[in-house]
Every structure is written in C-alpha cells, then in structure tokens.
C-alpha cells in the first residue's frame, strides 16, 4: 500500500531534525575590538602561551604531534640596534614539545625558538611575499572535536621558492590564519606545517611565571642582533684611517736630541738641577 506524501516526507524529516537537535552549538567568536594592526606578536605579553597540535591533514585518528610556544621576553631596541635590524620591538618565543594534556617537556624545539621582530606590520624573510590576492577573514574553530573556542582569523597565502638554491624557480605556498584572539604568533591554523601536517590552535589559558621566564630567557641571547652588531663593529674597524706609530722614547721615557747639523757638534746634555 501505497503511504501518504506528508507521512513520507515526516518519517524522513523528523530524524534530520532530532540529529540537529542533538548537534552541539558552535561556539562563538569573541566580540572585543579587533587592533588596527596586523602582527599578533605586537601586543604580546611576556609569560602568555599557545598550546596546539600538528596532526595529519584532516585526519582526527591518524598521527598527532602536541607543542607549546610561550613568550619568554620583550624588549624595545636602542635607536642604534633598531638602525642595525629595521625593527625597533622583540620578543622571545620558546617552542616546546608536550604530550596530549601539555604537563611534560619533551624538548626545545631550536627552529621555532628565537627572538622575533615585533612591529605592528607582518614582515616576512628573504624571497617570501603574501598573496594578497588570496588573502580573506575567516572564523576558525578551535580546541579539539567539538570544538571549543572560535576566533576571528585572516587568511594569509605566503609564496617562496619550493627550492632556496632556485629563487626563480617553481614556487610552493603556505597558509597562516592569523587571528588577534589567539596569544603569542596568533595562529589559529596552519598548513603545512611539520611532516606536511595541519596545525590547529587547541588553548591559551596558562601563564608562565615571570621568573620562570626570566629564568628560560637566559638560555638565548639575541643571535641576530649580535651578528649584525658584530658585522657593524668589523665595518666600522676596517674603516678607520690607521693610526701613526708613536715616535720612541729613550731609556726612562726622555725624548732623543735632535740630530746635529752639518760641521755642528752636537749639545752635551745637562745634568739634572745644573741647567743654566
């Protein structure tokens, strides 16, 4: 027997509607104003920290990685120092590997931990240059399945050369969320990251202790800084004009006679207290 259109379309509705009943309610984004600069660094504070992971790309049960980077330290450069590096704010960020729940310390991670240039505009290294074409905001959700916090995000494209060796080459792009909501880089989400992973923001309640901080910060010194320091001194040394050889000096420090002229003898020397 044939059933009624409306009981068909019920039987088929009413589950669809109980599994959106069930559904939990997205989070949503924070509604403070957004900074009218573009780097997340700049307003950093020393002692706040990002928990993420780095897992494979879109896969919830396949290999996951869990880290922590923190701000250990910020500094405003001397005019001298500012003139050497073109940035007049730095901050020190330390990256560590964890484990899931971030209360273990597997290691320093060396290539994500160094002193950053901290100025209100992002700037990027050597041959890398955003897409500005590519570039869009977006809100990203974050903190685990299902998701825990929302954050106000923008899509950054960088492009550099797949191959450094090749600047003219083929080149390859990376993706950055970059988001005001979330301490420390202010990244939300990345792809790639390590192992060709997606990176994805979990939380940043935890502070570190200052002392704490002053206490890790001792371990890395400026390198950057201290090279071009290092550069500008030898610059400067090599430019110098030279400086003349002192005229010698005679035994207990007495300037020698002036030689005599021709046909002229010389001057007998007084004795001390004797001179005329």
């Given amino acids: 027997m044939r059933r ?21 309610e997205l989070p949503k984004p924070p509604t403070t104003p957004l900074p009218k600069f573009d780097n997340p ?18 896969n919830d ?3 996951v990685r869990y880290f922590e980077e923190r701000v250990l330290a910020r500094k405003h450069l001397s005019d001298a120092d500012k003139a050497l590096l073109g940035h007049g704010d730095r901050v020190l960020v330390e990256t560590i590997e964890t484990n899931a729940d971030g209360t273990k310390e597997f290691g320093v ?15 990027l290294p050597g041959s890398m240059k955003f897409v500005k074409e590519k570039q869009k905001d977006e809100l990203v ?3 685990g399945t299902p998701p825990t916090k929302a954050v106000r995000a923008t899509r950054r494209v960088i492009e550099f050369p ?3 060796e090749r600047p003219d080459g083929a080149k390859t792009q990376l993706q950055i969320w970059f988001s005001h909501d979330v301490p420390v880089l202010g990244r939300a989400k990345q792809f790639p990251s390590i192992r060709d992973g997606e990176r994805l923001a979990i939380s940043w309640d935890k502070r570190l202790p200052a002392d704490v901080c002053a206490k890790r910060a001792e371990r890395y010194p400026d390198e950057e800084l201290l090279a071009k320091q290092r550069e500008k001194k ?10 003349p050889p ?16 021709d046909g002229e003898k010389p001057a007998e020397p007084t004795a001390p207290g004797m001179g005329a």
Avoid: Q
């Fill in 4 to 24: 009624p259109l409306a009981l068909t379309l019920a039987l088929v509705v009413a589950p669809a509607l109980a599994f959106a009943a069930d559904a939990p």
């Fill in 41 to 58: 660094l700049h307003d950093a504070e020393v002692g706040e920290t990002c928990f993420y992971k780095v897992r494979e790309p879109g």
């Fill in 61 to 63: 049960d396949g290999w």
């Fill in 109 to 123: 991670i060396n290539d994500a931990t160094r002193w950053r240039d901290a100025d209100e505009a992002l700037a």
């Fill in 141 to 143: 959700y974050c903190g």
């Fill in 162 to 164: 797949a191959m450094a």
């Fill in 234 to 243: 030898e610059k400067d040394a090599s430019a110098a004009p030279p400086v």
């Fill in 246 to 261: 002192a005229e010698p000096a005679m035994e207990g420090g007495e300037k020698p006679a002036e030689p005599a002229m």
